[in-house]
């Protein structure tokens, strides 16, 4: 049947091979390699270039992965709609986030109230999960800056600022804040290209012509963390990501407005979706709540 061979053809796109989607789909390897290729010899056509165990798609795959895309979410959303006229007490739930930090207090709230929708998780760089929802891979993003995009909604929910994030055997490690100028000539670990974190304090050191040098590039918060601890370089994260340690002290920039906004974010065309309505709402209230509590515990 075209649908078993078409979800076959999406698993194997979607995992990057065919190990990974077999396990996802709880088949054995040779039964969905057995499908794609029928798929592919069906039509006289290469879905993918395999290269030993790599898969990669040809211009054909990339154009069917578009059509899969619609017709799995199409898919998700008939049993969501299904589930919603008995509420939410079963369906799924695909996010996308930068990070797990304002995700985890969603998640666990919303799993509280609906403990029986499958909630799955995948953290990558906002450009990533931008990605992933164009893509049909993501009902939500938890995501940082983003570009303007008619086909995706976003709600902003929070703005924090860039600090500066020091080992213990650097001269700022006893500093409460310093300025942007002492930032020169300072040898940093950066993120990956898309980063929203590296994108704000890069903007800012272009537009004062402050020049850092460039260390070492990672695509991780905690392998940043790791190589500043080990005294590679001084580090960027937004406050709230940052995570007390002995050794590593966050450090305020006083004379700079560098910050993200963070936002939730999904495909325009889904806004009448149960399952992401409910999220997003409850996910603001979280928010609030989790803002009304850190405001209280200041004062106190």
Not at 218 to 230: F, M, N, P, T
Not at 270 to 276: I, Q
């Given at each position: 049947m075209l649908k078993t061979e078409l979800r076959a053809f999406h698993a194997v796109a979607r995992y990057g091979g065919f190990s990974r989607a077999a396990e996802a789909l709880h088949v054995s390897q040779p039964t969905l390699s057995t499908q794609v290729k029928e798929l592919e010899q069906r039509y006289e056509i290469e879905l993918f270039n395999r290269r030993g165990r790599e898969v990669h798609l040809t211009n054909a795959g990339k154009e069917l992965v578009e059509i899969t895309s619609r017709l799995v979410q199409a898919e998700q959303d008939a049993e969501n709609l299904l589930d919603s006229f008995r509420g939410l007490d079963a369906g799924a739930l695909n996010l996308a986030a930068v990070g797990p930090f304002h995700a985890t207090d969603m998640i666990v709230a919303f799993k509280q109230k609906y403990p029986l929708v499958n909630v799955e998780v995948r953290f990558g760089n906002s450009s990533r999960c931008f990605e992933s929802i164009l893509a049909y891979n993501a009902d939500v993003g938890i995501?940082?800056?983003?570009?303007?995009?008619?086909?995706?909604t976003t709600i902003p929910?929070?703005?924090?600022?860039?600090?500066?994030?020091?080992?213990?055997?650097?001269?700022?490690?006893?500093?409460e804040s310093i300025s942007i100028a002492e930032l020169t000539g300072q040898k940093t670990v950066r993120r990956?290209?898309?980063?929203?974190?590296?994108?704000?304090i890069e903007r800012e050191l272009d537009k004062r012509k402050?020049?850092?040098?460039?260390?070492?590039?990672?695509?991780?918060?905690?392998?940043?963390?790791?190589?500043?601890?080990?005294?590679?370089?001084?580090?960027?994260?937004?406050?709230?990501?940052?995570?007390?340690?002995?050794?590593?002290?966050?450090?305020?920039?006083?004379?700079a407005k560098v910050q993200t906004n963070y936002y939730l974010a999904f495909l325009t065309e889904?806004?009448?979706?149960?399952?992401?309505q409910t999220f997003c709402n409850d996910a603001i209230k979280q928010i609030k709540k989790l803002k009304r509590k850190k405001g209280k515990s200041k004062k106190s």
């Open positions: 995501i940082a800056e983003v570009p303007s995009d008619e086909r995706v929910y929070s703005t924090h600022d860039v600090v500066v994030f020091v080992n213990s055997d650097h001269p700022f490690f006893n500093r990956e290209t898309g980063s929203t974190t590296r994108m704000a402050i020049a850092i040098e460039t260390v070492l590039e990672l695509g991780s918060r905690e392998a940043i963390w790791k190589a500043v601890e080990q005294g590679l370089g001084i580090g960027f994260v937004a406050d709230f990501e940052f995570v007390a340690h002995p050794n590593l002290r966050a450090v305020r920039i006083a004379d889904r806004k009448d979706s149960r399952v992401v």
